[in-house]
């Protein structure tokens, strides 16, 4: 018999990363806990670790983590229907719809097609604008933005400004044109062979990046006077994250299209398009379809995080701890940190060195789960139910992270100086 080593009682088992690794499609970097719990802005991992959840799941967990309302919500849904498939109707689906075209000023004449996740919404959102030919038959272009992010799929991922994430995958669908964030370029491209624009009130995943003052009003003028739709991506900024319900209302105009997801359902998977105007006539019976999409199940989360987003006013929550975050960052006075991008909850911190990759490590070892769009950022998108202990629980354990990155450069700085010092 083999004596059990006491050493490695566990050996029998494979730990979770190999087995992680042993069973996963190797699409994602590795994960950095096994997390096994969550309540309102906190998560905890398999050894009860505890982490401020800053990321909310990329901006999903709008309400944070295990929020009572939306478990109850959930809860009896699954007990009462969870699926009746398009064939039926369902009171939770009908309901969001008419929540939606309220909350975005899409009204009467607005309409909602579901589905499950933010890259669907954009692919028929693609669709719808396909849909925009004009009388003459001649709009056909499509217009998106270097460096934006639409999803993963073959038409978001057209539409995406990311090169080299395209390039393996050709051909896509065509008729993708990029053009820079700038006013004149802007200007330039869109005339009367336009379909649709699509843009991101703000590039999350760029490395939250603020359009130009102006540009959204102005895609809004040229985009009327030559009947392209202006679609809106506001699956990242929309429902509540930038401190108003949907990002466009900063702005003081309205799309033509809208698309949300990742906050909308709380952690549930839905997606939504929603159209205005005669836009949600361009889609007919038979041309777009989904089986998930719009289930009584995921419908019912959303009327629950949509139901506490109203109440408790977490849109001007966001706009208020934004505020305060976006002050306190700037007042630890680093040289690691150059400016603050971005708007409500949706942050992005510039820093002065590539050093984000290590900065978001640093402050997953303090306690604090942020993340690192690019080498240059780092990106906050808590939960919008933030308040003042989370607040300044961020400060601390932020602050700590900080520190410790600054003073490896600084340590780095020195013995790359004394190098030469030493050896000689
Ligand atoms: C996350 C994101 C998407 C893709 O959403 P998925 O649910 O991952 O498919 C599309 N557009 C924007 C702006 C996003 O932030």
């Not at 849904?77 to 309220?102: C, D, K, M, W």
């Not at 270097?146 to 994430?165: E, I, Q, V, Y």
């Not at 520190?403 to 700085?413: D, E, K, P, R």
Request: glycine share 12%.
């Amino acid at each position: 018999m083999t004596p059990i080593d006491p050493a490695q009682p566990e050996s029998a088992a494979p730990a979770w990363p190999q087995r992680y690794a042993g069973a996963i499609m190797p699409t994602f970097a590795p994960p950095l806990a096994l997390l096994v719990r969550g309540a309102g802005c906190y998560v905890w991992d398999d050894a009860g670790t505890e982490y401020l959840d800053f990321l909310a799941g990329i901006a999903v967990t709008a309400l944070g983590h295990a929020h009572p309302e939306l478990v109850a919500a959930v809860t009896a849904q699954v007990g009462a229907v969870a699926h009746v498939s398009n064939y039926f109707a369902s009171t939770p689906q009908i309901e969001l719809a008419e929540r939606l075209t309220r909350l975005t000023g899409a009204g009467e004449a607005g309409r909602v097609f579901f589905c499950n996740s933010g890259t669907e919404a954009n692919e028929a959102a693609f669709k719808l604008a396909r849909l925009n030919v004009g009388e003459t038959g001649k709009r056909t272009r499509m217009i998106t933005l270097t460096d934006s992010f639409h999803g993963r799929t073959m038409g978001a991922l057209a539409l995406s400004g990311k090169p080299a994430m395209r390039a393996p995958f050709l051909p896509v669908p065509g008729g993708v044109e990029h053009i820079a964030p700038t006013l004149a370029a802007l200007e330039a491209a869109i005339d009367d062979t336009v379909a649709a624009l699509f843009l991101e009130p703000v590039q999350g995943e760029a490395g939250v990046i603020d359009l130009p003052e102006g540009f959204l009003r102005r895609a809004r003028e040229l985009c009327t006077e030559h009947g392209a739709l202006l679609i809106l991506d506001e699956i990242q900024t929309g429902i509540g994250r930038t401190g108003a319900m949907f990002a466009y209302e900063h702005a003081g105009i309205q799309p033509d299209a809208l698309t949300l997801a990742k906050g909308l359902g709380g952690g549930l998977p839905i997606g939504a398009l929603v159209t205005f105007g005669a836009a949600s006539t361009l889609l007919q019976r038979g041309q777009h379809g989904t089986t998930f999409g719009g289930n009584p199940l995921v419908t019912a989360a959303g009327n629950a995080v949509l139901g506490v987003i109203e109440r408790d006013d977490l849109a001007g929550n966001a706009a208020r701890r934004g505020a305060e975050l976006r002050e306190l960052i700037l007042g630890f006075d680093s040289p690691l940190i150059s400016g603050v991008r971005g708007r409500g909850l949706l942050l992005g911190i510039a820093l002065t060195q590539p050093v984000a990759v290590e900065l978001a490590a640093a402050a997953f070892a303090a306690g604090l789960i942020v993340n690192a769009p690019n080498p240059l950022t780092i990106r906050l998108a808590p939960p919008l139910i933030v308040g003042d202990a989370e607040v300044a629980e961020f400060e601390r354990r932020f602050g700590r992270a900080l520190a410790v990155v600054t003073n490896a450069h600084a340590a780095a700085g020195a013995s790359v100086a004394q190098a030469p010092v030493a050896r000689s």
